[in-house]
């Protein structure tokens, strides 16, 4: 009976793929992406309460798609240089700075929004410099015919912050704020989020520590030193042909999301303003502002995906990566249209948004699909290359979202393009769709070593 209890622990790390360093690394991902995600989601409604416009909405999305593409390669080649353990110490130390400049910036007047798009520099370092190391750490600590799993258990850990963190977001809206169900005064929204980004502070400072103190470098991967922009050239030449179909049609279905993703909430909270009021039989009635129940539809969307990210990560083995890939993609396609078509309906929202979960399900195969054909002791490279290349083009996509959005006005020349919400997100819906088809036709399935 004695060792009964050490024979469930490792039916848990068989199940999920624990690895001592993959399970340091889960811990980190929940406390980072809580911070994130209770703070990311809501920055669009956040800079139109300080008096930002659509277009200046649109602009922040793209200086985010620029740190996105600009940070991975050089955050992937100084984890393969210096190891994982201390360039992601450095990388959640810079994105605590970020959660703290935010979290002031309306004390500055004026410069508010100049210092939100100056604390994105900071508080994505380690989601975006971090991101070559922690595919490393999956790579080097999970077997290859194991990688889905292993990647679904850290995006467990994440995608369970997703949940939390929109909800406690969704809470302090709730409490700070305003029990009625009409949208908040902008003043209302800033005093809310001031605090949201406290708590992120908080996590994002215990994630850096126990990532730290708790992570064993011992089998860490060390790659070659780097040579500059040369190198960058020949990693972007040498990506693993399987990855070439695979790039383009994620490009496009990413492109096409980051068309309009700042906006979902201010179409749920603005363009539609759906709140919620119903009568629980225990707690007795909850009226939920529009700003609070988009935390509530987050949530919800994060439950679909933790029910479905393990069970399909192991359904690929089965039916391989390929179609779970594109499933995701699909998904990711078509719910701008459906929900800008949506009426201003509680429920309606609710199902769409645990519809959009889906895509979810389908990131644990496509990052297997991305690090599987790497070498070792060049994950981090490999990785910060594919998403260099990705995240240059989706660069101008929320730009361009903003301006179908809420069309573009030149001074001195008046309005040149009238813009609309449904445009916008039809035109994303369209986008996705190409990148969709595109991988169907011509993406590779990527044979795991031992399968």
Request: hydrophobic content about 55%; charged content about 10%.
């Amino acid at each position: 009976m004695a060792s009964e209890p050490a024979s469930v622990r490792d039916r848990v790390r068989e199940l999920f793929a624990l690895e001592r360093d993959v399970l340091v690394l889960s811990v980190a991902m929940f406390a980072f992406s809580l911070g994130f995600q209770m703070t990311s989601r809501y920055l669009g409604e956040y800079m139109v309460a300080l008096g930002a416009s659509a277009f200046i909405v649109g602009l922040y999305g793209t200086f985010s798609n620029v740190i996105s593409a600009v940070y991975p390669y050089p955050g992937g080649a100084i984890s393969d240089r210096i190891g994982s353990r201390y360039a992601l110490t450095v990388f959640g130390l810079l994105s605590a700075v970020g959660f703290a400049v935010w979290l002031v910036a309306p004390v500055f007047g004026a410069l508010a929004i100049p210092l939100i798009f100056v604390g994105l520099v900071f508080a994505q370092a380690w989601k975006s410099f971090g991101l070559g190391a922690t595919f490393a750490i999956v790579k080097q600590s999970v077997s290859s015919a194991r990688l889905a799993e292993g990647f679904a258990s850290t995006e467990t850990f994440r995608r369970t912050a997703f949940l939390v963190g929109p909800l406690l977001a969704a809470g302090v809206f709730a409490t700070l704020a305003t029990t009625d169900t009409g949208s908040m005064t902008d003043s209302q929204v800033v005093e809310a989020f001031v605090a949201i980004l406290a708590i992120a502070f908080v996590f994002a400072v215990l994630g850096t520590l126990a990532q730290h103190v708790l992570y064993d470098s011992a089998g860490d991967d060390f790659g070659k030193k780097f040579e500059g922009i040369s190198q960058v050239a020949d990693d972007l030449r040498n990506l693993p042909p399987e990855l070439r179909p695979l790039l383009i049609g994620d490009t496009l279905v990413r492109f096409a999301n980051g068309m309009v993703y700042v906006f979902f909430v201010i179409v749920v909270t603005r363009f539609l303003g759906v709140g919620l009021s119903v009568t629980l039989p225990v707690v007795g009635a909850v009226d939920l502002s529009p700003q609070a129940y988009f935390g509530v539809l987050l949530g919800i969307e994060m439950a679909v995906a933790l029910l479905t990210m393990i069970p399909v990560a192991k359904l690929t083995r089965r039916v391989g990566l390929k179609p779970v890939v594109a499933v995701g993609f699909a998904v990711y396609a078509v719910f701008p249209a459906l929900l800008i078509a949506a009426p201003p309906d509680a429920g309606v929202l609710a199902a769409l948004f645990a519809f959009s979960g889906l895509r979810f399900a389908g990131l644990p195969a496509h990052k297997a699909l991305i690090v599987g054909p790497a070498e070792r002791g060049a994950g981090g490279r490999v990785t910060g290359s594919y998403y260099l290349v990705r995240n240059v083009v989706v660069i101008p996509s929320a730009a361009l979202g903003g301006v179908l959005y809420g069309g573009l006005a030149v001074p001195g020349v008046g309005r040149v393009l009238a813009g609309s919400p449904p445009l916008a997100f039809g035109t994303a819906t369209v986008v996705g769709l190409l990148g969709t088809g595109y991988f169907l036709v011509f993406g590779e399935e990527f044979a795991v070593a031992g399968s």
